[in-house]
């Protein structure tokens, strides 16, 4: 048993050329963070974060020191979250069965894909559903609608105003976005392009700074049905996050909404709410994501306004959402395991344990990954709503 896995390897890795694979854009693009192997199962990891520096004053030559300039410094999380294993098995008597037609190895080969498939499916999703939450701000038109080059644009606008890196800039996409991109007249024709990328090989390349990348697990969330809500008559300040509501209207909102305010064009993304009922009433709030509200605005009610279920394509920067995975942990003395060894998926570029548990006349096969993922800077991701 003890080179049953070593002698797969080539043909691993034939496999997964072969099994069909969803379109991976979110694993690439995100930070990876190489501390994971020291974080347990549902412990946190902390990411220090820094708060904005207000605190500038004029230069007064004199003979005493300013006053010491103490900051709070915040924090974000990451937790290891989900230990996750894709199990297959066969048995003496069927791998005998099926050695009489296409051979077990064949078929086991692709099963090893199609569990790396299921990983890393449920990878992408997590990172889709924390960007489809975590963002800042929205940039789009029509709910529904694939978003148009002039959406980029508007992303673009989101970030820097956040101050978000200029470098190292990703959109993720799902593919009705990448048809309507593909279908640009000024981006397949190659004198107005000026390359032939697109025309010939679809590839979409980068745009207004942002590499596109496209994902099968774009998300989709229902809006919040939330209707004819008003904030009270507070005064707005710019930056203001926690936003109280007066008795008005039905129904809530979620984290994950886009909501705007009446005198307001900004597209705001909910990061949490507190209702004490079903419907808005007076000590409710809602708290949009950092850096919060674009426009102050004067003391007087304002209408809100959800915006409808759109799909969450996703702009930001690398450092905005991060990754963290690593092997399932192994007790020194080590489990039942006969063999086990570590396989990198091409597709993604994560790593996996393989694992084979001999057991009474047949084996089970575990490819296994332990992951956490956070949006630690809301402030530079935006969705592209579609």
Known sequence: MANTLTNLIPDIYA?????????????????????????????????????????????????????????????????????????????????????????????????????????????EVDLAVAAAVGASRAYGTTAGTAPVLADWAGAKKILDDNGAPISDRCTVINTTAGVSLRSTANLYKVNEAGDNGLLRNGTLGNLYGFDIRESAQIQTPTAGAMASATSTSAAFTVGQTVIPLAT?????????????????????????????????????????????????????????????????????????????????????????????????DPNSGLSFELAVYPGFRMNVYHVSICWGVSVIKPEHLAIIIG
């Open 248 to 344: 008005a209207g039905t129904g809530v909102v979620a984290a994950g909404d886009i909501v705007t305010f009446a005198n307001d064009t900004n597209k705001y993304m909910v990061a949490s709410v507190s209702f004490a009922g079903a419907n808005p009433a007076a000590g409710d709030s809602i708290t949009l994501a950092a850096p919060g509200l674009r426009l102050a605005q004067g003391v007087a009610t304002r209408a809100i306004t959800v915006f409808g279920t759109s799909a969450r394509n996703c702009a930001f920067t690398r450092n905005a959402i991060l990754l963290a995975t690593r092997l399932p942990a192994l007790d020194a003395n080590g489990d039942l395991a006969s063999d086990r060894m570590t396989i990198t």
């Open 15 to 123: 496999a997964l050329d072969v099994v069909s694979r969803e379109l991976v854009g979110f694993i690439p693009a995100v930070a990876r963070d190489s501390s994971a192997d020291r974080v347990a199962a549902n412990q946190t990891l902390r990411i220090p974060y820094s708060p904005a520096n207000a605190a500038g004053g004029n230069i007064t030559p004199a003979m005493t020191l300013p006053s010491a300039a103490d900051q709070t410094i915040a924090n974000k999380t990451l937790t290891i979250s989900k230990q996750r294993f894709f199990p297959f098995s066969w048995s003496g008597e069927e791998k005998m069965a099926v050695n009489a037609g296409a051979g077990y190895l064949t078929l086991q080969q692709n099963q090893i894909a199609q569990a790396l498939r299921a990983a890393v499916n449920e990878i």
